[in-house]
């Protein structure tokens, strides 16, 4: 590839912080708060047109259970639950965890427009200083830490300055920068284009699944799975994630764009079968297409402590732990269409396409006692080669079965609220992240809301 040499010039430092976040979706929110609060100075940078990543710009409205595998102990809070109740103020959230089953996992469906807004209320309660429309685009390094980062927006290129740094950018931008080791997974999730749809209530017993599976070939579409549900206060209004792009990695600029555009022409195949073929199928129509398109999954960064399935599958109970989880194994075949999912009890469903049984199995054999959560180590958002940054969200160092159960939202959630607790005990010591002792770390978030076990 030819090159060009892009001329040097001085860049001015726009901000100097305590905890500078890059990535703004709840994840980095929840991170910049929960530092915020405890009193540090922080940044938070987004590079969309607001806070939410996937939940909001994704349309993904889905928050998993508060509650471990048997319903019986609450193991998530914090900031997740805090948006719960903040959401429940404004008839934005329909709260379903109280009439779930055990193995269901639908808890919570936001109105995520609204989520939006609690979202800049949190920034603006805590005095975090926000820059919307704004890309991370590089670092500077020193020796082992990052010195500044650069920032590109509408007023040019500036420099942030920080002493403890939290990658929230999903993809692991500034790790990446930073020299850190990323991978990916042999069967990395495909990603899916969400959008809201208006009239799917006027069609009567047209079984959506079915035709997709039966018809979707003469539109274009793959043999594939989805999932589709309620948004609260809009009855006559549907989210849908019917499709997946198979074969891309999103954090690779060509394969993002073709993403992109192949998941929007999904949608109008989609809507097209339904238009055929559905009694009224004329009468629906797109309210909405996501702002970009769910990314799943691209890279993992290399951390002091690798999540391994083992961990998630048969609950290892760690002592620095910072997060706990109950949501399923939940593999999205990256080649072919379904999900394969395993829960904590030793059962197996595997969803092979749209209107198909599910097969049924167990991936271990029965016991008596079965673990009902899961956890994530403090380790598991530091790096052994930098020690003033921070890692939080879906590029979590773990082996595929654990990633496909720890990247669900109220998950990564409080590994934002882990990473800005633990930059803003950094703070008070040496600033090198790898010192600070998890102990603090969990007196804090447990004094700030969070569960702590
Ligand atoms: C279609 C789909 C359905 C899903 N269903 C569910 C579900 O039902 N329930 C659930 O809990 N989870 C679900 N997930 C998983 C979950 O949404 C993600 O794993 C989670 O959102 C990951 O959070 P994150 O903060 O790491 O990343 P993201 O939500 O991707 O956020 C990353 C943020 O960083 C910003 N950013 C990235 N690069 C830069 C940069 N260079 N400069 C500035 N900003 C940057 C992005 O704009 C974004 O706001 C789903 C995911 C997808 C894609």
Request: charged letters at 25%; proline letters at 3%; one cysteine or more.
């Amino acid at each position: 590839m030819d090159t060009i040499m892009e001329p040097a010039k001085s860049i001015p430092v726009i901000e100097e912080a305590d905890v500078c976040v890059l990535g703004g979706s709840c994840t980095g929110v929840f991170a910049a708060v929960r530092a915020a609060r405890l009193g540090a100075k922080v940044v938070i940078v987004e590079r969309q047109n607001s806070f939410g990543g996937v939940a909001t710009s994704g349309l993904v409205n889905v928050w998993h259970s508060l509650y471990d595998n048997e319903k019986r102990q609450q193991i998530i809070a914090g900031l997740s639950y805090e948006m719960i109740e903040r959401l429940k103020k404004r008839d934005a959230i329909i709260d379903v965890e109280a009439t779930l089953g055990v193995n269901d996992c639908n808890a919570y469906r936001l109105n995520t427009e609204e989520l939006k807004i609690e979202l800049d209320n949190l920034i603006l309660e805590a005095k975090v200083k926000p820059y919307l429309h704004t890309h991370y685009v590089g670092a500077k390094m020193g020796q082992d830490a990052i010195e500044a980062v650069f920032i590109h927006n509408k007023s040019g290129r500036g420099a942030i300055k920080a002493k403890v740094y939290i990658d929230a950018t999903g993809d692991g931008d500034l790790c990446r920068d930073a020299g850190l080791h990323a991978y990916t997974a042999e069967n990395m999730q495909p990603p899916t284009a969400c959008a809201k749809i208006y009239g799917m209530n006027l069609l009567g017993d047209f079984n959506l699944p079915f035709m997709l599976q039966k018809h979707g070939e003469e539109f274009g579409l793959q043999k594939d799975w989805g999932w589709r549900g309620k948004i609260p206060g809009m009855p006559e209004v549907s989210m849908h994630a019917e499709t997946h792009v198979f074969d891309v990695n999103c954090a690779v600029a060509d394969m993002l764009t073709y993403s992109e555009m192949e998941g929007r022409r999904q949608i109008r195949a989609v809507m097209d079968l339904i238009r055929k073929y559905a009694p009224n199928g004329k009468k629906i129509s797109l309210v909405n297409l996501c702002s970009y398109i769910g990314i799943r999954e691209t890279y993992h960064i290399e951390s002091m402590y690798k999540l391994k399935n083992k961990d998630v599958l048969y609950g290892t109970r760690f002592q620095d732990a910072i997060a706990n989880g109950s949501y399923r194994v939940d593999i999205h075949h990256s080649n072919e269409p379904g999900i394969t999912l395993r829960y904590l009890n030793g059962v197996e469903e595997v969803v092979r396409g749209n209107g198909m049984p599910h097969e049924f199995r167990r991936w271990r054999e029965e016991t008596e006692v079965n673990p009902t959560y899961y956890q994530i180590p403090y380790r598991s958002l530091v790096s052994q080669k930098v020690k003033n940054l921070l890692m939080a969200g879906r590029m979590l160092d773990a082996e595929e079965e654990a990633y496909s159960a720890v990247r669900v939202m109220v998950n990564t959630n409080q590994t934002g609220e882990a990473a800005g607790v633990a930059a803003y005990v950094s703070l008070a010591q040496d600033g090198d992240v790898r010192n600070v002792n998890a102990n603090d770390v969990r007196k804090l978030l447990k004094e700030g809301g969070s569960i702590i076990l």
